[in-house]
């Protein structure tokens, strides 16, 4: 986490000394009195925005000074000069405004806010020193620009406020306008930061401490913008009745904490005239999804250090990046709401039925520019001439998808048919208005089209004339003076002139006047073509100034449509991930899910990402019924968690209203989907890994509802293997008591498998592999990807070792192993020691069966949990050393052991631990 105060990024001082290059330097501060006029004006700046690096334009440098300027130099490797004057010698570095972005985004991944400093007056017009402005503070979330936004993907800036039960969060897409807010308890609003990833969160003063898991700038905000009268003022800014629009008095201080933030970033212009509308929204009207689902079904991140493929990834067939973003959200926050799962799956379905249609709108979707951005520069006023003929090549596009959509019979096509608002006048504005290849400055003309304003076309005409005088001058003069290697010309110093070779000098007429004298010649003007001279450049200078004028009243004009814009794009995002999922549908062979079902029922399903990497994927079944609990083992790389992210993926994508990967599915309405992967997995900085696996855990029990499918796969791994394997039963047996969730648990501890049995509601699957034994070679193993009833045998890992590359040496010894622990099996007591997932299987099955347990057929959970409790099952685990007794010595590790912090332990105490209880063990025999 990088904390915006500074208490991370003093990693980056140059010095490492307490001096921050934000706020005003120090030495400037000493020497306020004396300092040369552009430099007071650098450090009231600097004044005005303690918090961020400031940057000042000077000519075509955006400057720095002291601190900032070291740090400038060292992050954005540019040199460090100085600049001196009679006030002393500052360190200075500066950026070419022209190139910044790079340079900007640097600063920006350096953890730093940038105040931008522009000369906000024309350095020719001004008397003295130019005036200069912050008009835009840079932060990570409120870039808008577009080479600092890396994708399509949205950048949210987050606010938090409030804490107990009543805390909300809100956020803003400060590229597109998008503002919505929710509230809930504090913890509800830790997991919805989490999921959703805000680039930058404030943090009111009456919030709790944040720490997000990933990568984000911290702000502890002023709690001024955040108090109840001050957020209502700046909703009402944006929103006729703030309280209606946001009854809940939480929700509307982050909503106005946020947006005064996003106001003071965007260079105090007011307000932000792209946030049109507020939403607020219930996670709980969506498929809920927490950040550790999302990372660990890998739908927008892959956790393949090498990054392989994800969910988003394999059903992006996108032709916009509305629909991009669009597709994300979707995925991001499945529906829980049955009829608009359906409505999307019906469109799809005419789609996919549609080839045409659905080719035709694609074609069109792809010259589809990302229109909510590009609204949202136009009401800032950033947007260029180029950008507004993007516009138009974008509205262009809804005609052609309207006809496209002319016979369509779904709901969900013909109210987007009907909806999709042409905004014909729009587009003859701009058709109109700007010229079809207009350059990318909007101050240098070239921009407004002949015909459209009168005065701009006479001061045109004025210029034209002019220039069309001058240019058949040449020809005149070279008549009237008899020279006929007479030159006109032009030059940015000396303008127009007459050329006059030195052999000719002596025919100049007596109305020339010098201008210039070069080694062969001299050059003249006449009054008449000062005259003209003058007539053209200013007609020039002032055409220019009128066309940014014209420009500017055009897109006043056009950010007035701001809401029907926003519509329009609302619209044509919808119909592009549509348009995907039937395109996807098609290509990969997926198939309707029938919605509404009372259990999860897959045939042939397959995993969407995993399904691309392999060259025979096998297809599996799943026919869960709600709140049974599946006991699924295997062995190593026999394709469980492929098959339990399968399941959960389908799901996802079906409330998301695609299409899924499957021969057929019935599926119900999940409301939440938890993941809970292995220990080995999920590498977490930090906390233990142990610790994390059952944080993680805890938030599952308490949480999951009978609507909810929980994937768990390997729990218990991080501990030992009669820890584990007490945690996993116990866990087990308390989401088929208590929670009722659909459950899919992947485990080696095979001794899980005498749950599936003996739970009413529990089953077992497991995955087969086929082993081939020949005479004088090692048996080989081949992996079948395929689940059946049942449990599973053995594990194999000795043969997935060997299939690994593991040496022969260590394979063979590793079989010894095996083979003397089964022929020691029933006499031995060493298996809660055992240290690895391929031989923990066997030796898990010797210890329960040592302990009597399975052996004996008796009910589990009766014998040792008579509470069914964690800590019961815990409690209930004694050694036995084959006499049936328990010795005094090993009782007293036993306590000790119950007695451990286990999240509190490193590896290497851990081990040093267990050597020390094992000596005791070996002694005390
Ligand atoms: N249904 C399938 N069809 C084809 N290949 C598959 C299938 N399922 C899995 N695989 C392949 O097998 C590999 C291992 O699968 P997976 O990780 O699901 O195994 P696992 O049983 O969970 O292993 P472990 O217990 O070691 O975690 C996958 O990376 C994939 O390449």
């Keep these: ?56 334009q000077v000519g075509d440098f955006y400057e720095a000074f002291c601190e900032a300027a070291e740090e400038m130099a060292r992050v954005c490797e540019v040199t460090l000069t100085k600049r001196e004057d009679s006030t002393g010698t500052y360190p200075m570095a500066g950026i070419p405004i022209d ?31 130019v005036d200069r402005a912050v008009t835009q503070v840079i932060t990570p979330g409120t870039v808008v620009d577009d080479e600092l936004l890396t994708d399509a993907t949205a950048t949210y800036l987050g606010a938090v406020a409030g804490s107990g039960e009543e805390a909300a969060l809100a956020t803003v897409d400060v590229s597109t306008g998008e503002c919505q807010v929710t509230s809930g308890s504090d913890h ?10 805000p680039a930058e969160l404030l943090v009111a003063p009456d919030a709790p401490d944040f720490d997000p898991e990933y990568e984000v700038m911290v702000t502890d905000a002023d709690g001024s913008d955040f108090a109840l009268d001050a957020a209502r003022e700046t909703l009402s800014r944006y929103v006729s009745a703030p309280d209606a629009v946001v009854p809940n008095g939480v ?5 106005g904490g946020l947006l005064a933030y996003a106001e003071y970033t965007q260079g105090d212009d007011g307000p932000l005239s792209y946030v049109s509308r507020v939403r607020r929204y219930d996670p709980d009207r969506s498929l809920r999804l927490d950040a550790t689902a999302i990372r660990s079904l890998e739908l927008f991140d892959s956790r393949s250090p090498s990054g392989g493929h994800t969910l988003v990834d394999v059903v992006d067939e996108t032709a916009c990046a509305l629909g991009r973003r669009r597709l994300t959200a979707w995925l991001r926050r499945p529906s829980v709401d049955e009829g608009e799962i359906r409505r999307r799956h019906d469109a799809v379905g005419e789609l996919l039925d549609r080839p045409l249609a659905r080719e035709t709108l694609r074609d069109h979707l792809s010259t589809v520019y990302d229109l909510e951005r ?36 779904t709901e969900t096509l013909c109210d987007l048919r009907d909806s999709l608002d042409e905004l014909a006048d729009v587009r003859e504005l701009v058709d109109d208005a700007i010229r079809p ?106 055409a220019d100034a009128l066309e940014y004028e014209v420009f500017t009243r055009v897109r006043a004009s056009v950010a007035e449509e701001v809401e029907r814009l926003q519509s329009v794009a609302e619209s044509l995002a919808t119909l592009d991930v549509l348009t995907a999922f039937a395109a996807v549908a098609a290509g990969h062979d997926y198939v309707r899910p029938e919605m509404g079902a009372d259990a999860v029922r897959i045939e042939a399903g397959r995993h969407p990402v995993v399904e691309r990497t392999q060259d025979e994927f096998v297809p599996n079944p799943a026919d869960f019924s709600a709140g049974h609990v599946a006991v699924v083992t295997g062995p190593n790389m026999s394709g469980k968690s492929t098959y339990m992210r399968q399941v959960a993926l389908v799901c996802i994508l079906a409330q998301a209203g695609s299409f899924v990967p499957a021969r057929e599915a019935h599926l119900p309405i999940l409301d939440r989907i938890f993941t809970r992967v292995g220990a080995s997995d999920d590498i977490a900085g930090g906390q233990s890994t142990f610790m994390r696996e059952m944080a993680e855990l805890t938030d599952i029990l308490h949480d999951a509802t009978e609507d909810s499918l ?47 049995e003996s739970l009413p509601n529990a089953f077992n699957l497991h995955f087969t592999v086929e082993k081939t034994e020949r005479e004088g070679e090692e048996p080989e193993v081949t992996f079948l990807h395929r689940v059946a009833d049942g449990a599973s045998s053995s594990s194999y890992g000795v043969e997935v070792a060997q299939l690994a590359g593991v040496p022969d040496a260590v394979v063979d010894r590793a079989r010894e192993f095996i083979g003397e622990s089964e022929s020691d099996s029933g006499t031995t007591s060493d298996a809660a020691t055992t240290p690895t997932d391929g031989e923990s299987d066997t030796h898990a099955e010797n210890q329960l069966r040592t302990n009597g347990r399975t052996d004996d057929g008796a009910e589990p959970r009766d014998d040792d949990s008579p509470d069914g409790t964690l800590a019961a099952y815990v409690d209930g685990i004694e050694p036995d050393d084959g006499r049936g007794e328990t010795t005094a010595t090993e009782r007293e590790i036993l306590d000790e052991i119950r007695s451990l912090d286990v999240a509190g332990t490193t590896p290497l105490e851990a081990l040093n631990t267990l050597d020390r209880l094992r000596q005791r063990l070996d002694d005390g025999d």
């Design 1 to 56: 986490m990088n904390h915006a105060d500074g208490t991370e990024t003093d990693e980056c001082a140059s010095d490492g000394d307490a001096l921050r290059p934000e706020g005003p330097p120090e030495q400037m501060l000493a020497a306020r009195e004396e300092l040369t006029p552009m430099l007071s004006q650098y450090l009231e700046l600097c004044e005005a925005h303690p918090d961020a690096l400031v940057v000042f």
């Design 99 to 129: 190139n910044a972005a790079s340079y900007l985004e640097a600063l920006l991944e350096s953890g730093y806010r940038v105040a931008v400093a522009d000369q906000v007056e024309d350095a020719s017009e001004a008397s003295g020193l």
């Design 188 to 197: 509800q609003i830790r997991e919805e930061v989490d999921r959703l990833a």
């Design 251 to 255: 929700e509307l201080r982050a909503v």
């Design 374 to 409: 590009l609204v949202s520069r136009v009401s800032r006023e950033r947007a260029n001439a180029r950008d507004l003929r993007a516009l138009k090549t974008t509205l262009d596009a809804v005609p052609e998808v309207k006809a496209a959509l002319s016979d369509v019979e």
């Design 437 to 542: 290849d207009p350059p990318q400055e909007i101050t240098e003309g070239d921009v407004i089209r002949e015909g459209f304003d009168a005065e701009l076309d006479d001061v045109r005409a004025t210029e034209r004339e002019g220039r069309e005088w001058v240019a058949e001058l040449e020809e005149r003069e070279r008549d009237r003076t008899g020279i006929d290697s007479l030159d006109v010309g032009y030059n940015q110093v000396h303008g127009y002139y007459i050329e006059v070779t030195n052999p000719n000098l002596d025919r100049v007429p007596d109305d020339y006047t010098r201008r210039q004298t070069l080694k062969n010649s001299e050059r003249f003007y006449t009054p008449e073509l000062k005259r003209r001279e003058d007539e053209i450049l200013s007609a020039a200078e002032r």
């Design 710 to 756: 929980v994937l768990l796969d390997e729990v218990g791994r991080g501990t030992s293997t009669t820890d584990g394997l007490a945690i996993a039963r116990a866990t087990t047996e308390f989401v088929h008591d208590e929670v009722g969730a659909t459950t899919l648990f992947a485990t080696h501890y095979h001794d899980l498998t005498a749950l599936g």
